[in-house]
């Protein structure tokens, strides 16, 4: 297993693009927050998740991606999520099942309070939807993330990327 130099690890982090799959719908903010910290990103079709790493460092033996790693799979709105549950379930159950490493499900504009006190406009009971994601959770190992505040989602996105990319280097896991 090769252990990494800081300076290398510094060199690799630097190198490293976010992937956004072309898909993603809606993220202008999180690309015009990526734009202004002058974050590199790619706009990619992912075969799941919405968000993951891409490193391109000379000082690797070959470019990866880290979707192998942690993806993220970003919902707007608990309105989007409970949707996708009560409608699309099937089609959520075979892209959770193609994840390979972890999966962080990213959910803005909410707070596990609000899905508790049906603070979204579906018709999809509390009691199901908490039924359904923890179910989801346990079954495909994800965690779920509940960013409230939509305009620090670039900031979680890239922050979680990068560290995870960093622990693992730290590692000698590349």
Same mark, same amino acid.
């Given at each position: 297993?090769?252990?990494?130099?800081? @300076?290398?690890?510094?060199?690799?982090?630097?190198? +490293?693009?976010?992937?956004?799959?072309?898909?993603?719908?809606?993220?202008?903010?999180?690309?015009?927050?990526?734009?202004?910290? @002058?974050?590199?990103?790619?706009?990619?079709?992912?075969?799941?998740?919405? /968000?993951?790493?891409?490193?391109?460092?000379?000082?690797? +033996?070959?470019?990866?991606?880290?979707?192998?790693?942690?993806?993220?799979?970003?919902?707007?709105?608990?309105?989007?999520?409970?949707? &996708?549950?009560?409608?699309?379930?099937?089609?959520?159950?075979?892209?959770?099942?193609?994840?390979?490493?972890?999966?962080?499900?990213?959910?803005? &504009?909410?707070?596990?309070? *609000?899905?508790?006190?049906?603070?979204?406009?579906?018709?999809?009971?509390?009691?199901? /939807?908490? +039924?359904?994601? @923890?179910?989801?959770?346990?079954? /495909?190992?994800?965690?779920?993330?509940?960013? @409230? *505040?939509?305009?620090?989602?670039?900031?979680?996105?890239?922050?979680?990327?990068?560290?995870?990319?960093?622990?693992?280097?730290?590692?000698?896991?590349?």
């Amino acid at each position: 297993m090769y252990r990494y130099t800081d @300076k290398e690890i510094t060199e690799i982090i630097k190198s +490293a693009k976010v992937v956004v799959d072309t898909r993603e719908q809606k993220c202008d903010h999180i690309l015009k927050y990526f734009d202004s910290k @002058k974050i590199p990103y790619v706009r990619e079709k992912l075969e799941y998740g919405d /968000f993951t790493l891409k490193v391109e460092a000379p000082s690797v +033996a070959r470019d990866f991606y880290f979707g192998d790693i942690l993806t993220i799979e970003r919902k707007a709105n608990l309105n989007e999520l409970s949707g &996708n549950l009560a409608h699309e379930r099937e089609r959520m159950i075979k892209e959770f099942s193609r994840v390979r490493g972890q999966l962080i499900l990213l959910i803005e &504009n909410a707070t596990y309070d *609000d899905i508790v006190n049906h603070n979204y406009t579906t018709q999809y009971k509390p009691k199901s /939807f908490i +039924a359904t994601l @923890k179910t989801f959770e346990n079954r /495909f190992g994800f965690s779920t993330h509940y960013q @409230k *505040d939509s305009k620090y989602t670039g900031h979680y996105i890239y922050q979680t990327l990068i560290y995870a990319l960093r622990n693992k280097l730290k590692e000698g896991a590349f």
